[in-house]
């Protein structure tokens, strides 16, 4: 029987986005020159919510786009069924752009740098940053990132549950599940 621990309500999460979003404005005074991309599913709503926010506080809101990872993946001969493939729209030209790459959790790494193989297919930004509601360790690869929500110390058999109106039709919450 496992059990589940709520980390992060509907409000923890608007809050460590606004921060998030204003990390990103320290780090990029020109949010026009900046491209807020999520990883699907809940990574696409994440980047969302933070392009609004950094629009209401500069009045601009940064161009959003979509990253898909699914052929990109190091796992796809391990996996019993391939995954479903999506749509990655970014603009047409990327050059000279910071590229801000949102997900919901980072774990081992391996989505990012699939992610980052998925980017170059369209182009080359001037900077890749990365942006996470939940760090949760155990890297398997040199990733880091940029701006975290949480970070939320975990063993590998414990599941971190993300849930998000948009894409869950749930309440907001992060959540640990125990074995």
């Known amino acids: 029987m496992s059990s589940s621990v709520l980390i992060l309500d509907e409000n923890e999460i608007a809050r460590s986005l606004r921060r998030i979003a204003h990390e990103i404005l320290e780090h990029n005074p ?8 999520g990883i699907p599913q809940r990574g696409v709503a994440l980047a969302q919510r933070i392009a609004q926010l950094i629009g209401q506080i500069e009045g601009n ?3 959003t786009g979509v990253v898909d990872i699914s052929m990109h993946r190091d796992d796809l001969s391990l996996r019993p069924r391939l995954p479903s493939v999506q749509e990655t729209k970014l ?5 000279g752009l910071t590229l801000v ?12 740098r699939a992610a980052m193989d998925a980017i170059s297919s369209f182009g080359r930004p001037a ?7 939940i760090d949760r360790g155990h890297r398997e690869l040199p990733i880091r990132p ?8 975990t063993s590998r058999s414990e599941l971190v549950k993300v849930r998000l109106r948009e894409v869950d039709h749930e309440v907001d919450s992060v959540r640990v599940e125990k074995p």
């Open 30 to 37: 020109h949010p026009e020159n900046c491209l807020v991309a």
């Open 61 to 63: 809101p940064p161009e």
């Open 91 to 95: 603009p047409l030209r990327l050059e």
């Open 101 to 112: 790459l949102v997900d919901d959790v980072l774990f081992t790494g391996r989505t990012c």
């Open 127 to 133: 900077r890749i940053q990365y942006a996470v509601l």
């Open 146 to 153: 940029d701006y975290v929500g949480k970070s939320l110390p």
